[in-house]
């Protein structure tokens, strides 16, 4: 498959449960192209679940810490970068962003990210845990959502497989050809 960026690397960026990294692993095995983790490289740097850093320094730190290593991954080029659900709240983020990445925008309908977050044996998410995530949710996305659209590309993920989404991402960037149907 060809494969060239239209950018120094590729970010996918979205809400929580958006799919984020599974469509970055599956976008990897498609296009041999790296994938990276926001969330898995905090973890790794840390020796720490998200979770255990959330509970244990807090938010500030967790940012701090994710700030940075975003940074760094977006130093490297030719990769598939996983953001974090917050990571461009950051305006030092969001500039990272625009200079070192043609950005993604898995887009994820508000009762479909319920869904997700609501379905059985979801991952606990630090910021909607022990509180009721359709008081959090709505509040969050409405912040969040100025700064999602802000991508290159948006592609819906309601609906969608994430081999669907890998599809329409690699349509979308001229990749593949579409079979006309
Ligand atoms: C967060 C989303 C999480 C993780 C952390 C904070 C957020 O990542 O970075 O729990 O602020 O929305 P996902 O978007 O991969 O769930």
Redesign the pocket.
Known sequence: MITELPGSNLALIGF??AG??SVGVALSLRTGLPFRDV?AAIQKAEGKS?HEIFASQGEDYFRSREGAIFRDLCAGFGQIIGC???TLVSPENRAILKARCYSIWLKTSQPEILRRIEAPGAPV???VEGADPRLIVPGLLKRREPFYGGAELIIDTDQRTVEEVVEAICLSLGWIEGSGA
Do not use: E
Request: hydrophobic letters at 35%; aromatic letters at 0%.
């Open positions: 929580m449960a984020k990294t969330d998200i974090g659900g917050g998410r630090p910021l």
